[in-house]
């Protein structure tokens, strides 16, 4: 066996390693920080603030007496109160009433429900904090389209254009161009053109009028490849231009959608421009379950690339409300999305294939990580996001768990015995392995 071969396989998995590390390290991190520090303005003392499992690599001790340290299994982490007899902040009843009273309220188990309460709720909090933050400062730095629609930078096509940067578009193909923010005025548009390779734009450069020949507005370009997807298996790049399909020219990314849907499912033999340099490429589209924006799913054939205008559009940066409601609509998108798919999925409406597993995650995370640092930055938020509301299942183990116990405590005056407490935590971490299970049992199997 040639090792020198191996090298770069090796080097694909250590960059998949790490970034599958670095994203659960910081969505981790920030859970329990969000714990620890409510914990604490509580009055609750935290004993150690772990990040990962297993034998310790670090610790140190601050001065209120917590320990801080990181563990040689980089995969969670947890916060241990006073009190608790694990880390899954279950009481340690008999500790706990050998305390003296200042001392048991520096505990979990003998706070008031009030800061029991907050202390678990911040967790999954502060998982949706980070999602909205980091959404927000993608927003930020990507901006959003001027008005009206100017040429920012051209992007790398097989065909020459007279197009340049800051030309303001005025008419495609005699089409007027409609406001950048109207997305119903684009769909008209692009179906009103006129289907050919070449069109004449009416541009406004520098004061002056003047029209220009370019290409189709919307080419069969790839702006972007989904993780898991055939077109990223296949080799496809950011860049690339797909010019073929089968032997059959084409120039517009309606072209290409139209040939991979009627396909069903069938191999495509495509030719791609590459900066320059033509290939032969063969994928196999994938059936793939995609949310709808009047709720639910509908299956559909995909190859997993995102399509783009044959030029970037010039850009301002948002203003910060701007910004952070763009965040928080994102992440309820991102909770959404993931209550209404794992509805599906139970209902078997759409294949359970769509839960993954650590393997696939950590999949996701080098895919996506190897598409640039903001596109990184973006799914960590969209993993905090589902973390955080995983969080909040009534599962007993799970902070949702826990809640429940206290809304019951709120309740009824009192909470749960002792006895009822570990038969619940047992059914819940049974719970919670079986899903593991089988979301890994998905990783191995699913296509």
């Known amino acids: 066996m040639d090792i020198i071969s191996l090298l770069p396989q090796f080097g694909n998995l250590l960059g998949t390693l790490a970034a599958f590390v670095v994203a659960l390290s910081v969505i981790v991190a920030i859970h329990e920080y969000g714990h620890y520090i409510v914990g604490r303005w509580s009055g609750i003392h935290a004993d150690v603030f772990s990040l990962g499992f297993g034998p310790v690599l670090f610790a140190r001790t601050d001065k209120r007496g917590t320990v801080w340290q990181i563990a040689a299994l980089p995969f969670g982490g947890y916060v241990k109160f006073r009190g608790d007899a694990n880390a899954a902040s279950a009481p340690d009843g008999e500790a706990v009433r050998e305390m003296t009273p200042a001392e048991q309220r520096s505990t979990m188990a003998g706070a008031p429900l009030w ?48 197009l340049q940067s800051g030309d303001v578009l005025l008419e495609i193909g005699g089409i007027p161009v409609p406001d950048f923010e109207n997305t119903t005025g684009f769909d008209d548009l692009l179906n009103a053109l006129p289907e050919q390779p070449r ?48 032997g059959t020219p084409i120039f517009a990314f309606s072209q290409l959608r139209d040939r991979v849907e009627g396909g069903a499912g069938t191999p495509l033999a495509l030719t791609v421009w590459r900066a320059g340099e033509e290939l032969e490429l063969t994928l196999t589209p994938r059936r793939v379950d995609e949310p709808q924006r009047e709720g639910g799913f509908q299956t559909n054939w995909r190859i997993g690339i995102v399509g783009g205008m044959a030029f970037e559009p010039a850009t301002a940066a948002p203003g910060l409300g701007q910004a952070l ?15 209404s798919g794992l509805w599906h999925m139970v209902t078997g409406a759409i294949s359970s294939c769509n839960m993954s597993g650590p393997i696939g995650i950590a999949e996701v995370s080098g895919q996506m990580a190897s598409q640039g640092a903001w596109n990184f930055i973006y799914f960590i938020g969209v993993l905090s996001a589902a973390v955080g509301l995983l969080n909040l299942f009534p599962i007993p183990v799970l902070d949702g768990g826990h809640l429940v116990f206290y809304a019951y405590e709120a309740v009824r005056g009192r909470p749960p015995s002792d006895l009822a407490l570990r038969i619940m935590m047992t059914t819940g971490l049974f719970v919670i392995l079986s899903l593991m299970v089988f979301a890994l049992t998905n990783d191995i199997f699913c296509p």
């Open 115 to 162: 800061a029991r309460t907050a202390t678990v709720a911040a967790g999954p909090v502060f998982n949706f904090v980070l999602a909205i933050a980091l959404f927000t400062a993608v927003g930020m730095t990507r901006g959003v389209a001027v008005d009206p629609l100017t040429i920012g930078d051209m992007r790398p096509l097989p065909q020459e254009t007279a």
């Open 199 to 246: 069109l004449e734009y009416v541009v406004d450069r520098d004061g002056q009028q003047m029209a220009l020949d370019g290409p189709w507005l919307m080419p069969p370009l790839v702006t972007q490849l989904s993780p898991q997807s055939a077109a990223f298996t296949s080799g496809l790049r950011v860049g690339d231009v797909i010019t073929a399909v089968d």
């Open 325 to 339: 409601w763009g965040g928080v609509q994102g992440t309820y998108e991102i909770m959404r999305g993931s209550i």
